[in-house]
């Protein structure tokens, strides 16, 4: 998976996976918005429809949930991880794939019937120790891209994880 330079001698980066996190892991926070819109239009029974002002608050709730994960996104280059996020002001992440030190993949089995799952890096950067990428598509495939690109980054740059052991557990390193 060697990547050409480009014109200017450069390495090129190009797209390898773009995606969002799924809907589905705020089931139970648009189950409680239900429950409260339900709540709201049966004591607008009793309150001859006053009570249905209170249908504003689940919606208003329900819609900002849904829109922050929506602007919440991730694309996987040859040579980064981005991570934009924001709904009126945007933050832009990004972690140099050489930096990834340990990932692991993991399917609660909530998240597993809906063909989901989620992706935790262990990384050497200081301002994002670990990132996590939550309820995704095929999180397999996605994980076996994120291992090759981070093997391809690190032996284009030349750079090895080199993990150093306290034995005595003193915090000091003894000969």
């Known amino acids: 998976m060697s990547t050409p330079p480009n014109s200017a001698g450069t390495i090129s980066e190009t797209t390898l996976w773009k995606g969002h996190t799924s809907q589905w892991v705020h089931f139970w926070y648009y189950l409680f918005c239900i429950v409260l819109a339900i709540g709201c239009l049966a004591g607008a029974v009793v309150t001859a429809g006053l009570a249905a002002i209170g249908l ?56 597993r019937m809906m063909g989901l799952g989620n992706l935790t890096m262990v990384t050497s950067d200081i301002s994002t120790p670990t990132v996590s990428i939550k309820a995704i598509a095929q999180v397999e495939k996605v994980r076996e891209m994120l291992r090759t690109t981070v093997q391809t980054e690190r032996d284009r740059k030349r750079v090895r994880a080199f993990d150093v052991d306290d034995n005595d557990g003193d915090g000091m390193l003894h000969d």
């Not at 900002?64 to 991880?81: D, G, M, N, S």
Request: aromatic letters at 12%; proline letters at 4%; hydrophobic letters at 45%.
């Open 56 to 111: 504003v608050v689940p919606l208003l709730m329900w819609v900002i949930r849904w829109w922050a994960t929506k602007c919440t996104a991730y694309e996987l280059t040859t040579q980064r991880l981005k991570i934009s996020t924001g709904i009126l002001n945007k933050h832009l992440d990004e972690l140099e794939l050489f930096r990834v030190k340990d990932y692991s993949m993991t399917q609660p089995l909530f998240l």
